[in-house]
């Protein structure tokens, strides 16, 4: 019964970020008439002068231009999985995670994309990725799916992990080995040693938190369902929540350069920016950008954002650039 209903629960978390597992089918294109713009987009990364973006059905583009132009990458493996993650380890090697326990690995910048990992007998999803060193990665999702690779992504191992088994939404952390992991009815879970020993906070929040981002060693920030923000000022000792005038959930982030803050992105085109304490200094929204589930920052002044109507150039398409 337990997992019936957590299946149900993960359901509608990804539902809600845009038809994660309703796969849509649209009509083929030619290489020069790519139509980024009809694609769910669930991942941006910014990789020097370079822009990647995965999404529904195993989509992974690259980008050039910032983003007004995109090349399809060559995948070894063809599947219809969602991809949910994407990270740099360095300007060569990349990793992509996603539904169906599916993990790729780049070592062309991501022109070309092989499959290190993939599960569909289990068929649960990994929802992010993360690592400090570009080396030491982990992999995370679903029932408390927690993965790590310890030669940059070749090779993976189950971890078992606090939290009885509550889905694991979205992570964070620095260099100096202080990380945060946090997803389903408030659960966040805390590392001062790089990951080798987690504590469980107190819960203070009764609903599924999406993501977290660090600002600083202490000043760190959660947020997820219903429009909720919270923001620490002591490495998630005490929380406070951050007063927004939308109940719409928060699914994505981008940190700015610099002491600027954050922008966390969400449905209804919401973007929110905090400072580099977490204090609100604006909220506004964008028409016409639908449910917003990702963003990166290009430089100091412009943003872009991506979700369920993909990415493109231009304030009136899924691809927004956002002056601050």
Do not use: C
Not at 47 to 54: D, V, Y
Not at 164 to 190: K, P, S, T
Not at 246 to 261: D, F, K, N, T, V
């Amino acid at each position: 019964m337990r997992q019936l209903i957590g299946y149900a629960v993960s359901g509608v978390i990804l539902a809600a970020v845009a038809f994660a597992f309703a796969p849509r089918n649209p009509a083929a294109l030619a290489a020069t008439q790519l139509q980024v713009d009809r694609v769910q987009v669930n991942a941006l990364l910014v990789n020097g002068q370079q822009l990647l973006a995965a999404g529904e059905r195993g989509t992974l583009l690259s980008s050039l231009d910032s983003g007004r132009s995109w090349q399809s990458a060559q995948v070894s493996a063809e599947r219809e999985a969602t991809l949910t993650g994407l990270i740099a380890l360095n300007p060569q090697t990349l990793v992509a995670v996603g539904h169906d326990g599916w993990i790729l690995r780049s070592e062309d910048s991501g022109r070309s994309w092989q499959e290190t990992r993939y599960d569909a007998d289990l068929g649960e999803p990994l929802l992010g990725v993360w690592s400090g060193d570009g080396a030491q990665v982990v992999a995370y999702g679903s029932y408390g799916k927690y993965l790590e690779s310890s030669d940059a992504g070749r090779h993976w191992q189950a971890r078992e992990m606090p939290g009885d088994g509550a889905h694991f939404n979205g992570m964070d952390g620095d260099r100096q080995g202080r990380r945060m992991l946090v997803g389903e009815q408030g659960l966040v879970l805390r590392s001062e040693d790089g990951g080798q020993h987690w504590q469980q906070l107190p819960p203070f929040y009764n609903g599924s938190l999406f993501g977290v981002v660090s600002l600083s060693a202490s000043h760190w920030v959660a947020y997820g369902m219903r429009g909720q923000v919270f923001r620490s000022v002591d490495f998630g000792d005490n929380w406070q929540p951050v007063a927004l005038d939308s109940s719409q959930p928060i699914y994505g982030h981008a940190r700015l350069p610099g002491e600027a803050g954050v922008v966390l992105v969400g449905a209804g085109s919401q973007l929110i920016h905090l400072d580099g304490q977490g204090q609100l200094l604006d909220s506004s929204r964008r028409n016409g950008l639908g449910t917003l589930t990702s963003a990166v920052a290009l430089n100091a002044r412009h943003l872009l954002v991506a979700g369920e109507r993909g990415v493109s150039q231009g304030p009136d398409s899924g691809l927004a650039v956002h002056a601050q």
